[in-house]
């Protein structure tokens, strides 16, 4: 038994030398929770030392795979649950294996292991001896002088590892401090494999398994002793520092010098070594041969990302250029948008009526403007104009057996619920018009086939580049797609910046809508908006109008007014919901974390010391907060961004509170969650929040402080962005300075060749990055037949439209269509090391 495992004297409250222990056949499996090893079991007890006098007891605990009718001995303590009574709750349990010669002989003969009997067993334990299990699972080779049959011993092998392995298996991954979920993921990722996986290259973790990082592997690697040196770490430290700066940065690529500095530094801090230069340059190349990344030139990409590049403008072109005009023509057109005009009692101006018609004639369109500019009426007005020339209803009470033809989705739950609400038309997000959990990996995820003749994807500047590529996958040749958003918002929080990248494409036909419409009600935010993304802000900045405000102060009066403004707001009746407080960082006296505080004593003060609350991470949850779900839960049907309220808190010590855990219910606007309290790190208090989380969003009313503290935030965009959130009302704070270093400070572009990959196919011009010495490779797939080599077969030609996942382009690199060396001859330490 290890150390783990007598893991309960200090809750037992009787005898603190004694371990309480169950030995028992699993009757029945009650429950078994599908996304941890976390099971309800009826056990009929043989053997017990907690003073039980019945025949069977309800143990609950995590366990990996339970077989029924198996016996184990399950150590732990008793409880007494309020509806269900005394329960045995296990920290750790094991397969009971006989160890008596009888009680061996027995269990070697009986209904586990097919075609052994009691002759064969006795011979086995007679010549193996009463730990002739152990003997076995180390060293099979000695079941050899037992003559058994090749498929007898090969039964006997895998039911011996099931009972006997997957327990270790658990204990051994809880001894390297890996929780109940991770263990679930690295033991499915594994199997039976999995402690030898992690003993061999604890970093193939970082790699495996979403959820481990580089610090933990390197943790492990310490405790089994592994070369700090050693390649394996060297890489997977690159690789977690490719990850990092495209995260970080939002890049699609990096370059050598970056990388291999701040790899370095991970890895000499991390274990206080130094690391051989050279070594680490050679591990570099050996990840590009590995393709795990590739070098183009100077850049170093991941490959999924520069694949994906590769993947949008290679599908671009494949919508574009199909062959699926049909018989409308120009004159239908015009006489449809007339009539979609007067249905709507609508004159559409200029840019606008050219918009309709370029976007209903052509195969891909992107549709830009500010707030205001008319984007929502062109896409009312392109559903209404798509149904006319194509004789479809727009009554989705025809569809109840069929897809509807017209698809419309956003990136997020909010963004798409505007978008229903403003066409009155079924709207989702991305993920799940695609059938995606939000969890994948990288961009060969399968997806549902898209089915329909339009697709209208609004909010696109927050499409990042591995979901974009996975949604064109998924889109038939003959469907119209058109892309709309507003360019100058920040771009997506993954890698990319899509919409950006492809509005910068002569290739596509696009239209940016400048006319602001949205002025009648006099409204000065809107003006505003269009000021700074112009690049100046308007003279009246500082002068209050009837929907915006601006309040001069510093850094440290920040909360003070915020305080004032919201109790303000609270006293005219404005609720939590329609109040947001935006801020571009969460520390210091002017950021989210200090702000959440404040408006939620204002909102949701703490009415007496008996209310219900809970702390977690420097918040305290209360019922009626305003929370931010901040991850996909595909399976709770919750997605990052998501803004709900709690609606309750139990706590482990309620007397009715029957899972006798601290739980938070929590209410949004689809559905209701229990969140128990591994799963709170899911969750922040929302009364204030990032700007970049709340994209896709608007309130009623937005309170904004910039300050000096921020310099390092304050870019055009991210102003932009913020004040666009406002519906109706706008309060800025903070100093003049920080608000015209923002919109002086014009948002830096990220590092993506989205735009020059677009170029390369729409021109035809796929050749070879030009690279002395690179193998002559082309660089992507061409719609033409390949020549024909010994080394590269044949590229196989451009799938026929609509047969199945659109799948143009092999995985490049692993098809050897692209060298994976490219750009990494003559990577030399010196190249990379820290400037004297
Ligand atoms: N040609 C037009 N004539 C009159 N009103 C118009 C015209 N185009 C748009 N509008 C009106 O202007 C307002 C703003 O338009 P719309 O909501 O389509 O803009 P938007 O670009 O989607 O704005 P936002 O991004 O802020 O949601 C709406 O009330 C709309 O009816």
């Given at each position: 038994m290890t150390s783990d495992q007598v893991n309960l004297f200090s809750n037992n409250p009787t005898n603190e030398s004694v371990t309480h222990f169950i030995v028992g056949k699993v009757a029945a499996v009650f429950f078994s929770s599908a996304d941890s090893f976390y099971k309800v079991l009826l056990v009929k007890v043989s053997e017990q030392n907690i003073d039980w006098h019945e025949d069977e007891i309800v143990v609950t605990g995590n366990f990996a795979d339970i077989q029924e009718e198996t016996t184990y001995r399950f150590t732990g303590r008793s409880v007494r649950h309020p509806k269900y009574g005394v329960q045995f709750q296990a920290d750790n349990y094991q397969n009971q294996t006989p160890t008596s010669r009888s009680g061996l002989i027995a269990y070697l003969s009986g209904s586990d292991f097919q075609g052994l009997g009691r002759r064969t067993a006795e011979r086995i334990v007679d010549t193996l001896g009463e730990d002739a299990i152990d003997k076995i699972l180390e060293d099979p080779t000695l079941l050899k002088p037992i003559g058994l049959r090749a498929s007898v011993e090969k039964t006997l092998l895998e039911t011996l590892r099931v009972n006997n392995g997957l327990e270790q298996t658990i204990i051994g991954l809880n001894a390297y401090g890996f929780g109940s979920r991770l263990a679930a993921a690295i033991y499915a990722r594994y199997q039976g494999d999995t402690l030898n996986v992690i003993q061999e290259n604890p970093y193939r973790l970082v790699e495996d398994i979403k959820g481990v990082g580089f610090k933990k592997a390197d943790q492990i690697a310490t405790q089994l002793k592994i070369d700090p040196q050693a390649d394996s770490r060297l890489k997977a430290a690159l690789l977690t520092e490719i990850n990092e700066v495209c995260v970080q940065n939002g890049d699609t690529y990096t370059t050598a010098k970056p990388l291999l500095n701040a790899t370095m530094q991970l890895l000499e801090s991390a274990r206080h070594v130094q690391i051989d230069p050279q070594k680490l340059a050679d591990q570099l190349v050996t990840l590009a041969k590995e393709n795990k990344i590739v070098g183009d030139e100077n850049r170093i990409y991941l490959s999924d990302l520069y694949e994906s590049e590769w993947k949008i403008a290679e599908h671009l072109k494949r919508l574009v250029e199909a062959d699926n005009d049909g018989n409308v023509t120009e004159k239908a057109v015009e006489r449809a948008i007339g009539h979609v005009a007067k249905a709507s009692h609508l004159t559409y101006d200029n840019s606008q009526t050219q918009a309709l018609k370029s976007a209903i004639t052509s195969h891909v369109f992107l549709l830009t403007g500010g707030p205001g500019t008319g984007k929502t009426t062109i896409i009312r007005g392109l559903v209404a104009l798509f149904a006319e020339l194509h004789d479809v209803s727009l009554d989705i009470n025809q569809y109840k057996d069929k897809p509807f033809p017209i698809l419309l989705a956003a990136p997020t739950g909010r963004a798409a619920k505007r978008m229903a609400e403003t066409t009155g038309l079924p709207a989702s997000t991305i993920h799940r018009l695609l059938g995606l959990t939000g969890r994948e990996d990288g961009p060969e995820e399968p997806t549902k086939d898209l089915d329909g003749g339009l697709l209208i994807i609004d909010e696109m500047s927050m499409v990042d580049t591995t979901l974009f590529q996975i949604l064109l996958q998924a889109v038939p040749s003959h469907m119209q797609v058109i892309l709309v958003g507003d360019k100058d918002q920040l771009p997506s929080v993954g890698a990319g910046q899509v919409f950006h990248d492809l509005l910068e494409s002569p290739s596509l036909p696009q239209i940016e809508l400048n006319t602001i419409y949205r002025q009648d009600d006099s409204s000065s935010i809107i003006p505003l908006a269009h000021a700074i993304k112009n690049g100046r802000l308007p003279e009246d900045f500082t002068v209050n109008q009837k929907d915006r405000s601006f309040i001069a102060c510093n850094a440290y009066q920040v909360n003070h007014i915020v305080e004032q403004v919201v109790a303000k707001a609270k006293s005219k009746g404005f609720t939590s919901e329609q109040v947001q407080i935006l801020a571009p960082m969460y520390r210091g006296a002017a950021g989210i974390d200090q702000l959440n505080i404040t408006v939620q004593n204002i909102f949701n003060p703490l009415k007496s010391a008996r209310q219900k609350h809970l702390e977690y991470n420097g918040q305290d949850f209360r019922v009626g907060d305003k929370v931010l779900h901040l991850v996909n839960s595909p399976e709770d049907n919750v997605f990052n961004g998501d803004i709900g309220k709690i609606v309750g808190i139990d706590l482990a010590s309620d007397k009715h509170n029957e899972s006798k855990k601290d739980q938070i219910t929590i209410a949004f606007d689809q559905n209701e969650v229990t969140y128990g309290r591994a799963d709170w790190n899911r969750l922040t208090l929302a009364y204030s929040m990032s700007i970049h989380k709340s994209q896709g969003s608007q309130f009623k009313m937005v309170i904004l402080p910039l300050v000096p503290q921020f310099a390092r935030m304050l870019q055009r965009n991210l102003l932009y962005t913020a004040i666009t959130r406002a519906e109706e009302t706008l309060i800025l704070l903070g100093d003049m300075q920080s608000f015209e270093r923002s919109v002086t400070n014009e948002s830096v572009n990220r590092q993506t060749t989205l735009t020059k990959r677009l170029q390369q196919v729409f021109d035809g011009d796929q050749a070879t990055p030009a690279v002395p010495d690179a193998t002559p490779t082309s660089a992507v797939a061409s719609t033409e037949p390949a020549p024909e080599s010994e080394s590269a077969p044949a590229e196989p030609e451009a799938q026929p439209a609509d047969s199945g996942p659109h799948e143009l382009t092999p995985a490049l690199v692993v098809a050897g269509k692209i060298d994976p060396m490219i750009g990494m001859q003559?990577?030399?330490?010196e190249d990379f090391m820290p400037q004297a």
């Open positions: 003559g990577i030399k330490p």
